[in-house]
């Protein structure tokens, strides 16, 4: 749409209008930077000082330079987008002169249509760019310097994915890799330090949705779209650490994150590596897309969640439908295991989520949530007796196991929420978003930490999942995102709670 532009005198007029009451302590902003010259002799300090408000006079000197670079943006703008349309029209008269015109004589249309419109659609993106560039410049100079601390820093890109990647985890036993699962119809296990991909595991006909490894054997659980569930086998060989990268950025929400165009990450998938190819265990009981699957404590059972509204509960070592979990009433979306204790809890689009309890193998009771308005994305537990719980309507909320009767804590957010984590050690949440955004919080609510996102590292596309790594004595935090990339940050967990 092109920039309406206006007089001066008219804006003053409407200003002037009667029905236009102002307070006696509002701002007032006048225009600085349009074509209209000041009267001669009065200077920017007679025009504020000539105004009524209680701001500041450098508050108000700085707002005035600020609103001015918008009004030059703006022109800028309006000015470019004369321009092309002079090009448009150009254009349209030498393809009519050309005689290129559809047959029917209306050289409005067809060809000529065509071309206007793919024209019309340059113009829409190119002024779209160059709005959120101009802005973004702007409103970065209203944020606060912070300090030097690096309270993230990135530790590895993993690429190596043909498509985007919906899950990942990292292993519970010795040697320890991260693990992710793709569209692409494949999982790869990688080295964390250097970020090869030490194996490939292909066994699946459709999209790879989730991963989960087994609490001490060298095992992992995949869920796909083929309506399965297999239980596959790995052995890998780290190779030797390399020195680690000299990227670090902050971590806060006063991080300079200038967005750059959606796009792919480059790639032709990974070099030649091992690659498994058939499962121990092929789970097959469901009807529909297998979204996600989690061991139970000690690895002798699992459980599926699947789009035909049921989660299967299995022996790992007969691979025997042991029961099948059903009441939610549209498809599920997550399911996850207590570390604990033989506790289940599934999500659901029918906005709810609910919590099985397997501890009396007599008595297997279900126990229904109700406190998001839309697709449960995720729950999990924590190490405590707390769940936690994501959803598409833009909230996370923190339950207390004793009384789930309401949250004992709600964090309210600007997008979507997808497969969210809890640090075991030091109880942090970590937020995917839809809106390439990864952010850190207590259980509590209290924002912690936004991480960094810009031209140089980040997401370019929505962040799907998030898994903590705390051995070691370190706190590592994995991304991934539908960029088809997964990302490895080193959290400085003792800055981040000084910061709160």
Avoid at 143 to 168: F, M, N, P
């Amino acid at each position: 749409m092109p920039v309406e532009g206006g007089s001066s005198s008219g804006s003053a007029s409407a200003a002037r209008h009667p029905k236009q009451k102002r307070k006696a302590h509002s701002l007032s902003i006048r225009r600085t930077n349009s074509t209209e010259e000041r009267p001669g002799g009065i200077q920017r300090g007679d025009m504020l000082d000539g105004q009524d408000s209680k701001l500041p006079l450098a508050l108000r000197s700085n707002l005035l330079d600020l609103f001015g670079q918008i009004e030059r943006e703006f022109e800028n703008l309006y000015i470019e987008n004369l321009e092309l349309r002079r090009e448009i029209e150009s254009l349209n008269e030498r393809l009519t002169g050309d005689g290129q015109a559809v047959e029917g004589g209306d050289p409005t249309k067809g060809a000529l249509k065509t071309k206007a419109s793919h024209s019309t659609s340059q113009l829409s993106q190119k002024l779209k760019t160059t709005y959120k560039a101009s802005t973004s410049k702007i409103v970065s100079s209203f944020k606060a310097t912070t300090g030097s601390r690096a309270l993230c820093q990135l530790l590895k890109e993993y690429v190596g994915h043909r498509d985007g990647i919906w899950d990942l985890s990292v292993t519970r036993t010795q040697p320890v890799v991260l693990g992710t699962a793709s569209a692409d119809h494949s999982a790869l296990l990688w080295s964390i330090e250097t970020g090869k991909c030490l194996l490939r595991y292909a066994g699946h006909a459709g999209s790879v949705n989730s991963i989960k490894f087994h609490p001490t054997e060298q095992m992992a659980l995949t869920a796909s779209g083929d309506q399965t569930a297999h239980i596959w086998r790995y052995m890998v060989q780290l190779p030797a650490p390399q020195p680690p990268p000299d990227v670090s950025a902050l971590c806060d929400e006063d991080q300079d994150s200038s967005d750059r165009e959606e796009g792919e990450v480059d790639g032709e998938g990974p070099c030649e590596v091992p690659t498994v190819r058939v499962a121990t265990a092929t789970l097959k009981s469901h009807q529909g897309v297998v979204i996600a699957a989690d061991w139970l404590v000690g690895g002798r059972q699992v459980v599926t969640a699947s789009w035909d509204r049921a989660a299967n509960l299995y022996e790992v070592e007969t691979s025997e439908l042991v029961h099948t979990l059903t009441g939610h009433d549209q498809e599920l979306t997550h399911c996850c295991t207590h570390p604990t204790q033989r506790l289940v809890v599934t999500s659901s689009r029918d906005t709810t989520f609910r919590l099985w309890d397997f501890r009396d193998p007599s008595i297997h009771s279900v126990n229904v949530f109700q406190g998001h308005t839309d697709t449960v994305t995720s729950a999990v537990f924590t190490v405590g007796d707390n769940v936690v719980s994501g959803s598409d309507d833009r909230t996370v909320k923190v339950w207390d196991l004793k009384n789930m009767r309401s949250p004992i804590a709600t964090i309210r957010t600007d997008s979507a929420v997808n497969r969210i984590s809890v640090s075991a050690n030091q109880k942090i949440i970590a937020l995917p978003h839809d809106n390439r955004q990864v952010r850190l919080f207590d259980m509590s609510g209290v924002r912690l930490a936004r991480l960094p996102r810009s031209n140089r590292m980040g997401h370019r596309r929505m962040v799907c999942c998030t898994t903590w790594n705390e051995e070691n004595q370190s706190c590592n935090l994995f991304t991934c995102g539908f960029d088809r990339q997964a990302i490895g940050w080193n959290i400085n967990i003792p800055a981040l709670l000084q910061e709160k």
